[in-house]
Nanobody
Framework: QVQLAESGGGSVQAGGSLRLSCAAS????????MGWFRQAPEKERERVAT???????TYEDSVKGRFTISKDNAKNLLYLQMNSLKPEDTAMYYC?????????????WGQGTQVTVSS
């Protein structure tokens, strides 16, 4: 059964950094578009960043220049480097996979890791 597991969340002060990781079991990252999503309390889930099979990336406007998505296909690991964190980045962060391109449905999700940024 395909599984994703996030790690690396925590509590930091504004301006700090965190690196999230997502490990996959039973599938190969190279065949999927991978993404990071987040959901804050009482807000809708939003797409933070994606990385396609060819390595092309997209970012939500509010994180451009601060967050970097990357992956290691050989190790089946996905990363989200988050710098210059702001209180509004506080949310549960999820990694997800879409079979094929990033235009597809993200059908596989991890359990999430909490990121809390204090001012």
């Amino acid at each position: 059964q395909v599984q994703l597991a996030e790690s690396g969340g925590g509590s930091v002060q504004a301006g700090g950094s965190l690196r999230l990781s997502c490990a996959a079991s039973y599938f190969t990252y190279g065949r999927y578009c991978m993404g990071w999503f987040r959901q804050a309390p009482e807000k809708e889930r939003e797409r933070v960043a994606t990385i396609d099979r060819d390595g092309s990336t997209t970012y939500e406007d509010s994180v451009k220049g601060r967050f970097t998505i990357s992956k290691d296909n050989a190790k089946n690991l996905l990363y989200l480097q988050m710098n210059s964190l702001k209180p509004e980045d506080t949310a549960m962060y999820y990694c997800a996979a879409a079979r094929g391109s990033c235009l597809g449905v993200f059908g596989t999700w991890g359990q999430g890791t909490q990121v809390t940024v204090s001012s």
